[in-house]
């Protein structure tokens, strides 16, 4: 064997074992919830309320309130976030500014998700007075998702060939009918995809509902956008570090991280579905 | 002497530094055919974008000149650019339906320029399918994705789409270069059946179908407009030595 075939193949061994190594690691994860969380794991888990202390029951309204925060912040984060990235996309000079204002929404993107909870206590807890809420909650996991949907939106709309835009125009569509009519169907599911991915993003954070809305118990579901909620990671966490007994309910907090991955998952396989289909 | 629907004067443009036209002259005659032809890169389609305006999409080009419509300059910055491409219809070098069923892409233009009320839709949209010979093929299956038509159906339907508008001008990008023989037959026989209904600027790279559609023939090299007259004129006696390298297959 030459130098060259040798070095070639350590190269590509390496690559193999670094995929076999993260395969792994995936793999010993999954098993471990799955050991550990599927004793507790049941229907009866997913429909009822956590009874005595937390320590029997189950994690409906945990699981009720991750679903409609993540809901209603994507409500509020999608109009916002797809308008801006028309805007810069579609109407924004290119100059400086524009340049200015994409770094800007891009560095948003990497500022570490308990600041979102800090900045939402003082502006929507606080300043507009929406108190501990369901709402001040989805707001600030909406602005966290902002930059990642504004990022993907752009790209979609990038992607959207020149030639489908001038068909538009050079039959005497307005920019804004050629945007409205033609690219943003044919970005519809780059758009869709991101916007999925920052749901599931959004369903899983702790740190930005912290301050801002999640309850560490809560009786009721909440009754409107202005109560408390109960969260699946918020849960996840009270469980396996503030309960009084840890080891006790470690079955339980297994079995929730479980769903919590369970509803990323179906999160995903739905973007997956949604691309495939507009593929055709 | 036929009346002159565009009159290109003395049009100058660049993209950036770089010039790709070189004070272009060239009087379109109204109703007729006239071709664009010249080595790849000379600016043939440069010069058919400036007649609807497209470059303005593009910051770095500069347009000098003028380019009249019916006597009115359109590069005047006060011209309203989308009354403009409404006049002036354009088919592209690729098929570009929009992602919408076949009856969609042909009422794309008439439903956001508003030209016909909801009950004429459908007439219109027969109509314009029957003009650009599509009709017989796509009759039972107007609400399917035209996407799913294949290539040389799809540039008819680009075609019913531009004619569906009732525009006074049609540029043809060299509308065939990506079709077959057999497609490319029935859209030269498309054009020509429009003649004398819309004027009609076709570019194309392709000799036979100048003489095949052309009423008239503009050569352009490296910018510059070298010689327009008759197709027959041009192919047969032309002026210019290089034009008649070009026609005579002998180039460079
Ligand atoms: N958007 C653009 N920016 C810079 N140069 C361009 C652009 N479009 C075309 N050109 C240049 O202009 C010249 C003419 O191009 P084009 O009009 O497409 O030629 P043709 O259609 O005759 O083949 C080419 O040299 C091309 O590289
Ligand atoms: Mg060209």
Known sequence: ?????????????????????????????????????????????????PQKGMTEGGIFPAIFGTTIVTLLSTALAMPLGIGCAVYLQEYAADNNLTRLIRASVR???????????????????EGMGMGVSVLAAGCTLGLLTLPSIIA????????????????SLALGATPWECVYTVVLPSAVPGILTGLILALSRAAGETAPILF????????????????????????????????????AVRPLAYATALTLLLLVFLLNLTAFWVRARHKR | MEKIKLDVQA?????????????IHLSIPEGKITALIGPSGCGKSTLLRSINRLHDLHPDARLMGKIL??????????TNVVHLRRRVGMVFQKPNPFP???????????????????????????????????????????????????????????????????????????????????????????IMGLRGKFTQVIVT?????????????????????????????????????????YVSGHFG
């Not at chain 1, 009786?219 to 408390?228: A, I, M, N, T, W």
């Not at chain 2, 049009?11 to 004070?23: E, R, T």
């Open chain 2, 100 to 190: 919408m069923s076949i009856a969609e892409n042909v009422a794309y233009g008439l439903k956001i320029n508003a030209l016909c009320s909801k009950s004429e839709m459908r007439a219109r949209v027969e109509q314009s399918l029957r003009n650009s010979f599509l009709w017989e093929e796509v009759a039972d299956d107007l609400d399917k994705s035209a996407l799913e038509l294949s290539g040389g159906q799809q540039q008819r339907l680009c075609i019913a789409r531009a004619i569906a508008v009732e525009p006074e001008v049609i540029l043809f990008d060299e509308p065939c270069s990506a079709l077959d023989p057999i497609s490319t037959a029935k859209i030269e026989e498309l």
């Open chain 1, 212 to 247: 801002t809305g999640v309850a560490f118990y809560s009786r009721y579901l909440p009754g409107s956008v202005f109560d408390e909620f109960m969260a699946l990671p918020y849960h996840l966490y009270i469980l396996s570090t503030q309960h009084h007994a840890i080891e």
């Open chain 2, 69 to 78: 419509l019916d006597g009115h300059n359109i590069l005047h910055r006060n």
């Open chain 1, 1 to 49: 064997m030459t130098k060259k075939t040798i070095s070639r193949f350590f190269g590509f061994a390496l690559l193999v074992s670094a995929t076999l190594l993260v395969l792994a690691i995936i793999g010993l994860i999954l098993f471990d919830l799955l050991a550990k969380g599927s004793s507790a794991f049941s229907w009866h888990f997913l429909t009822s309320f």
């Open chain 1, 107 to 125: 560095n948003l993107a990497g500022v570490p998700s308990i600041v979102y909870g800090l900045f939402g206590l003082s502006i929507f807890v």
């Open chain 2, 11 to 23: 049009l100058d443009l660049f993209f950036g530094k770089k010039q790709v036209l070189k004070n």
């Open chain 2, 205 to 245: 790279h392709n000799m036979q179908q100048a003489q095949r559609v052309a009423d008239y023939t503009a050569f352009m090299y490296l910018g510059e407009l070298i010689e327009f007259g008759e197709t027959r004129q041009i192919f047969e006696k032309p002026q210019q030595e290089l034009t008649k390298n």
């Open chain 1, 152 to 167: 993907t939106t752009e790209e979609a709309l990038r992607n959207v060939p020149r030639l489908s835009r001038e068909g």
